[in-house]
């Protein structure tokens, strides 16, 4: 799963989500159970640095890669399928 665009502060670390929305991240539980199923979570830095983030701001359950769609189209040419939600 990519994150990218406006979904960017859905993998905020707790940190970083308690200034910005005053609670911690319940996004974060979700990333957990993604990922006991087997399911890697990775964010687009151009994303992050568009909403103007820091990287060391992005939990660290969540891979950062350079972009979205370059890593859209590696998992696709491995037989992944891309579904835009």
Known sequence: MSINS???PAALNNAQCHKA???DN????LIDELKK???EVS??????AFHNLQRDWIDQ?????????TTVATLKNTGYAFLML
């Open 6 to 8: 406006d979904a960017v």
């Open 37 to 39: 199923a087997g399911v």
């Open 26 to 29: 319940p996004n974060l539980k």
């Open 43 to 48: 964010i687009c830095d151009q994303s992050v």
């Open 21 to 23: 929305y005053g609670v």
């Open 61 to 69: 359950r969540v891979t950062q890669t350079i972009s979205s769609g």
